[in-house]
Nanobody, 117 residues
């Protein structure tokens, strides 16, 4: 019943910035860890950043210092501010929500980030 919708992707030049948003809807009874994965062409999906219900964050090494994840509990939103984007950041970015009760992980359909000159 949980649905996730990403937005904010697009084409950006190297060194530029984008802000991704993920809106969660449906039946959500508790705060759940949420975050972002990405999948570049020909590569496996990998974790970009996550945030817990208490606000603790975790980042992949390759985005530390450049990306910031944040949440808005009132609106059930999670964001990913991406700065100093590089061509290797080009990927489809997927929002996820982990339901600790059921173990289910919900995924958005993804939003494409294309970093190119």
């Amino acid at each position: 019943q949980v649905q996730l919708m990403e937005s904010g992707g697009g084409l950006v030049q190297p060194g530029g910035s984008l802000r991704l948003s993920c809106a969660a809807s449906g039946t959500i009874f508790s705060m759940n860890p949420m975050g972002w994965y990405r999948q570049a062409p020909g590569k496996e999906r990998g974790l970009v950043a996550s945030i817990t219900s208490s606000g603790n964050t975790n980042y992949a090494e390759f985005v530390k210092g450049r990306f910031t994840i944040s949440g808005d509990n009132g609106k059930k939103m999670v964001y990913l501010q991406m700065n100093k984007l590089q061509p290797e950041d080009t990927a489809v970015y997927y929002c996820y929500l982990h339901n600790g009760l059921s173990g289910m992980i919900y995924w958005g359909k993804g939003t494409l980030v294309n970093v190119s000159s």
